[in-house]
């Protein structure tokens, strides 16, 4: 029955080697299967005709029915054109082609009823329809009338004559001679509890839908599928991984304990108590950990972070952190060591600029189990980078390491995973979490250290730059200090170098009292590190900078984040730079710049940014802005490449999908039971084709 699917689709009828090879390159399109899951991606609506006096520039497609009262031929060289007057009763409408004109003029007839499709565009008081859809008017096509599939193509097939027409006709095909072999894919139970149509039914209504009603049902149907297997599998992996990984068993608290009631700097907060009692569940469970830590900026991960290090190293093993830059790597280390002074435990800092001998040591602590403690970038992932046992290892902001990256700190013990703790600061909104993570346990910290003012965020024009410069003046005198930071714009890094520096010259010449530092990313890593330490010993006042900053540095006596040419940032951006401020006692302020014209989007950004605080509401935001490939950190992510399922809209359906799965997995885990055999059996046809579900045997 599957292999009636796997059939290449040089047999469909109509198609042949040509038209095979084309679609197969152009489309993806191999088999009948991959045939039948190329779904429309808008539909037209045939089901009514509009008079000529109706047209508006506002629709975007319209039927009419019609006569050709005239046609010509016009214009020469490119200008040459084909254009025919259709009228009905009601008016008149000009039909324009470019190309294909003498195919066109010999086709068209004078004074036969016609029914065209296209979109109207309004010149003057007249409308025209540039290379409408013509086919002379039957009584068979004008009841007709439906919803008309619009088929994902590519130019090149355009050009070989094969558009949306050509590919209905083709599925009209498939479906004739597939029908009776569609099978169902969910098992009865699921169907009914969420009322979800039948497979079969749902295909056909998703490619020729019988009314509005039949499309919505189908395409709900086929979306909580597509969620309902990514989910399965997510949640399958995170079983298997919990059965099969054994975990080393850490339970020793004795450091923790030490360092809670003499060197801990603050009370923690009840979300970061919550979160080490989740993490130390873990630890102790003889099951390898793998939890992803959420927490918006400022809400206090690093200190969490280094707590569960310390039963790890309490419990005679290794731990390591690893930071997504330079900059933040330094800073951590920076700010362990000091903890880490108090407790007597080795620490040390490994990053791309680590001198070789201090490497070499490093690398011979590491091994002989003598250092403790190990704060690196991506330097960590060496080859030459072995621990005696490592038994933690913490990876910061997230979404600037890949899987594969994760997976490699899986390998740096030979034996015995070490139990990973993922730390980020990109809230990413629920829908995605459950996606790029759903094989992750999940701690949330949902509040920010007492004592926190929120920070104001203002939008502030270019023109009132002078009142913008007071308020920094007033802010330095009282003591606070100030960042202001410059996008990368242009293509070419040596513009974006330039615009930077004429900002700094500029602060320089508006501030000629106080002492500025600059940081970019072209610098070498000791004098940005010169610079920011500078700027955290408050010798300078103003810190120029591009988004080298964006991720964790901290400065808490920096209460003021000016964000020039705000426009040009993305929204998790704009959080991400506002975090760097509010980390003291101090009220802070977030002030964005930006030109007087702004499009709708930046718009709605700076909107966003000045009404709220929190994370997740912008993350939120940010994914309707711009889908969830362009979220920060999810790009490269083939988790994301979905059929149908859009994670910016589904929501709702991909929360109740993953909860049907958790309940299919609870009740049969080996998916063993006779009315999970539908499961079992959709499982074992993605296994083929689908590459994720081979991790799982
Ligand atoms: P993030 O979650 O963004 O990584 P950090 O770990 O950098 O946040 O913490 C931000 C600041 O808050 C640091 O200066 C840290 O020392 C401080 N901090 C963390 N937890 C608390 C707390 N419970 N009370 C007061 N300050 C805290
Ligand atoms: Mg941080």
Partial sequence: MAAFFDTSIEFLKGVGPQRSALLNKELNIFTFGDLLQHFPFRYEDRT?????????????????????????????????????????????????????????????????????????ARFGSKFSIAHPEIDVLTQKNEQEGSLQPVYPLSEKLRNKRIDSKTIAKLMQELLTVSKDKIRETLPQSILNTHKLIAKKEALVNIHFPKSFELLAKSQQRLKFEELFYIQLRLLKLKLVRQEKFKGQIFQDATLLTKFYNEHLPFALTDAQKKVIKEIYADLKSGKQMNRLLQGDVGSGKTIVGFICMLVIVGGGSQAALMAPTEILAQQHYNGLKRYADKMQLPIALLTGSTKKSARREIHDALRSGELKILIGTHALLEEEVQFKNLGLAVVDEQHRFGVAQRSKLWQKNANIYPHVLVMTATPIPRTLAMTLYGDLDVSVIDQLPAGRKPIKTIHRFDSHRLQVNQFIRDQIEAGRQVYIVYPLIEESEKLDLKH??????????????????????????DAKDFEMAR??????????????????????????????????????????????????AEQSYCILMTDYKLGADSRTRIETMVKTNNGFEISETDLKLRGPGDVMGTQQSGALDLMIADLAKDGPTLQLAREAAIQILQNDPELEKPENSVIRTQIDSMRKTVVNWSRIS
């Fill in 48 to 120: 009514k005709f509009y008079s000529i006096k109706e047209l508006s520039d506002d629709w975007p497609f319209v039927q009419i029915k019609g006569a050709i009262r005239k046609k010509e031929v016009i214009g020469d060289g490119s200008k040459k054109r084909l254009v025919a007057n259709l009228v009905d009763e009601t008016g008149e409408v000009e039909l324009v082609w470019f190309q294909g004109i003498n195919w066109v003029n010999e086709k068209i007839k004078i004074g036969i009823p016609y029914i065209v499709f296209g979109k109207p």
């Fill in 500 to 525: 930077l520096m004429d900002g700094y010259e500029s602060v320089c010449r508006a501030f000629p009292d106080y002492a500025i530092s600059i940081v970019h990313g072209k610098m070498k890593p």
């Fill in 535 to 584: 700027f955290a010993k408050n010798e300078t006042k103003i810190m120029i900078a591009t988004t080298v900053i964006e991720v964790g540095v901290d400065v808490p006596n920096a209460s003021v984040m000016i964000i020039e040419n705000a426009e040009r940032f993305g929204l998790s951006q704009l959080h991400q730079l506002r975090g760097r401020v509010g980390r003291g």
